[in-house]
Structures are given as structure tokens and as C-alpha cells.
């Protein structure tokens, strides 16, 4: 992404868990909120819950100023097009929380308008089990978010790196490889 790509080797050793760290504290979200889930979402956000003392407390209505998507809610097939074009606008390194049962494997909407799971969209780093999730699943869920950052390689999202891989092979794309 930047200057971390720059540095001298034994800068980087230490550079990497530092980088992680800031990444880990600073999240901004991205709400995707569709459905019921959303009251929940909102409860965690409350000074009861107090999601901002995990360094996630602004949300950005803009995805070019978030860097964690939450997917809050029923996803139809309606949509799933504004969320994939959502995810893509997001600046990389990103993060997606599938948030409840309807977002996780479209519930118990079984049914051709209901789209069953985002992972068949793009991919999706936690998922929080529930119908609604109960706060403390919520927190649990970033907290399991910032674990897996946490031991992340921070030069994964290198643009460079992914460009090249990209130019390497062209035709893959592992997002529509998703929606075969
Ligand atoms: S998981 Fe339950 S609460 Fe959440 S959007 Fe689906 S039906 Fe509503």
C-alpha cells in the first residue's frame, strides 16, 4: 500500500505486528443494513455495549472511508448487485462481518428471492451466528475480527503484489468464480 513496501528488511520485522495493530484499533465501518438486524446493530453501538472502546466507532456512509463492511441482514438478489459494487469501491486492505442468520445463509428465507449466504457475493471474514445476534455476540464477533488481523501478513494487500498477481492471470477473479 505504502511506505511499509519501502523500508529496509529489518525495519519491516518490527513494522509488520505495529502495522496490524494500528489497523486493528482503527476500523471504520461500513453499515450494509437491510433488515431487523439492524435494532441490534444499533444496541451495540449504544453506551451500554459501547462498540468505540474496540477502536470501531465511526460509521462512514461511504465505502471509499470504510474499511469494514457489516452485512446486517436479508440480502436478495435485488441487492446483491449494490452490495458486490459496495464491497469493490472499498479501498484495500478490507474486512466483511456477516452479521445473523439471514446475512450468513439467507435464514429461514429459503426461497429464489433470498440470496443464501454473502459468501456466494464476496468474501467474508467473521460470521455472527444468531437471529437476531445478541450484543455480545456483536462485540465478540470484531473481537474475533481484530484476533485475525492481528496475525494477518500486513503486506497483503499490497497493491503492487495484487496487481501483479492479477496480471498473471487475468481470468481469475475470485469473486465472480464465486457466483458460477
Ligand atoms: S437473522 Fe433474524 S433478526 Fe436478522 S435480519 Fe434475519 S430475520 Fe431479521
Given amino acids: 500500500m505504502g511506505i511499509e513496501n519501502q523500508l529496509p528488511e529489518i525495519v519491516t520485522t518490527r513494522l509488520g505486528p505495529a502495522i ?29 455495549y459501547d462498540l468505540a472502546r474496540f477502536g470501531a466507532e465511526i460509521p462512514r456512509f461511504s465505502p471509499r472511508q470504510a474499511d469494514l463492511l457489516w452485512v446486517v441482514g436479508t440480502i436478495n438478489h435485488k441487492l446483491a448487485p449494490y ?10 486492505p478490507k474486512w466483511v462481518i456477516s452479521f445473523g442468520a439471514c446475512a450468513s445463509t439467507g435464514g429461514f428465507y429459503d426461497n429464489y428471492a433470498t440470496v443464501q449466504g454473502i459468501d456466494k457475493l464476496i468474501p467474508v471474514d467473521v460470521y455472527i451466528p444468531g437471529c437476531p445476534p445478541r450484543p455480545e455476540q456483536i462485540l465478540d464477533g470484531l473481537l474475533k475480527l481484530q484476533e485475525k488481523i492481528a496475525v494477518e501478513p500486513y503486506d497483503k494487500y499490497a497493491f503492487e503484489q495484487k496487481k501483479a498477481e492479477r496480471e498473471a492471470n487475468p ?9 458460477k
Fill in 20 to 48: 496490524n495493530w494500528a489497523r486493528q484499533h482503527s476500523l471504520f465501518q461500513y453499515p450494509f443494513v437491510t433488515a431487523c438486524c439492524g435494532m441490534e446493530y444499533m444496541v451495540a453501538a449504544t453506551s451500554r
Fill in 83 to 92: 452490495l458486490q459494487r459496495i464491497y469493490e469501491q472499498m479501498a484495500e
Fill in 171 to 179: 481470468t481469475e477473479n475470485p469473486r465472480f468464480d464465486r457466483l
